[in-house]
C-alpha cells in the first residue's frame, strides 16, 4: 500500500529564512505532486516530478525528487510572508491505480 | 490548464436532505475525480468518475449514498444523499489532463449539515 509522509505538519518561521518540507513515500513512484493551499480556498498545482533527480523552480520554491530515496523536497528561499499556506504532497504510481495519494499537509506560517 | 466550475460555492442543509454539486470544465477532460476535505486535513478521494463509464468509489464511499453522473466530458455532478452533520465537508472536484498529468482541482463546495 502506497503512503505518503510530510514532516513537518506544522513550520512556523521569520521572513528571509530557508527551510526544506520534506515528504516520503512508501513504494515506488510514477509522479511527485505538490500542491498549495491557501486559508478556505482550493488547491493550486505547483510541480509535478517525474523522473529521479527532476528539480524543479518557480521564484522562491524549488522541489526536488530521489526516487531511490523515495524522498521529494520543497526548498523555500528567503521566505516572504505571501508564502503562507499548506503545502500537500502527492504520490501517484501504478500501485494506487494512478490515483494520487496525499500527505498530512504542511502548514506554514512566515513571520514578517 | 483547465479551468474548473463548481456550484453551488457553499451551502447549509437540513439533515436528511440530498445536495447535488456540479462540475463544469472548460475543456474535454477523460478523468474527472471527487475529493472530500475535512477542516485542517488532507484530502480523500470520494470516486474516479470516467466518462461513459460507472463510477469507480473508494473504499468507504458507496453510490447510494454518493451518486455520480458523468454525462460528457466537461461535466459531472456529486449528489451527497441522506445527509448529516459528518457529511459536512469541502467537496472538491478535479480532473487530470494528459502529460505531464497534472491534476487541476475547482474552487470547492463548502458543505455544512444541520
Known amino acids: 500500500e502506497l503512503k505518503v509522509e510530510q514532516n513537518p505538519l506544522f513550520l512556523s518561521m521569520q521572513e528571509g529564512k530557508n527551510y526544506t518540507i520534506y515528504c516520503n513515500y512508501s513504494?515506488?513512484?510514477?509522479?511527485l505532486y505538490w500542491y498549495r493551499q491557501d486559508p478556505g480556498k482550493s488547491l493550486e498545482s505547483l510541480f509535478v516530478?517525474?523522473?529521479n533527480g527532476a528539480v524543479k523552480q518557480e521564484g522562491r520554491l524549488m522541489a526536488s525528487l530521489d526516487t531511490k530515496a523515495r524522498l521529494s523536497t520543497l526548498h523555500i528561499t528567503a521566505a516572504v510572508h505571501d508564502l503562507s499556506a499548506t503545502y500537500f504532497c502527492?504520490?501517484?504510481?501504478?500501485?494506487?491505480?494512478?490515483?494520487?495519494?496525499w500527505g498530512a499537509g504542511t502548514k506554514l506560517i512566515i513571520k514578517p | 490548464s483547465a479551468v474548473i466550475s463548481q456550484k453551488p460555492s457553499r451551502d447549509i442543509c437540513q439533515r436528511g436532505t440530498s445536495l447535488t454539486i456540479q462540475c463544469q470544465v472548460d475543456s474535454q477532460v477523460t478523468m474527472m475525480f471527487w475529493y472530500r476535505q475535512q477542516p485542517g486535513q488532507s484530502l480523500t478521494l470520494i470516486a474516479t468518475a470516467n466518462q461513459g463509464s460507472e463510477a469507480t468509489y473508494e473504499s468507504g464511499f458507496v453510490i447510494d449514498k454518493f451518486p455520480i453522473s458523468r454525462p460528457n466530458l466537461t461535466f459531472s455532478t456529486l449528489t451527497v444523499s441522506n445527509m448529516s452533520p459528518e457529511d459536512s465537508s469541502i467537496y472538491l472536484c478535479s480532473v487530470e489532463q494528459g502529460f505531464p498529468y497534472e491534476q487541476y482541482f475547482g474552487p470547492g463546495t463548502r458543505l455544512t449539515v444541520t
Open positions: 502527492a504520490v501517484s504510481s501504478m500501485d494506487s491505480n494512478y490515483q494520487l495519494i
Open positions: 516530478l517525474l523522473s
Open positions: 513504494t515506488t513512484s510514477d509522479r
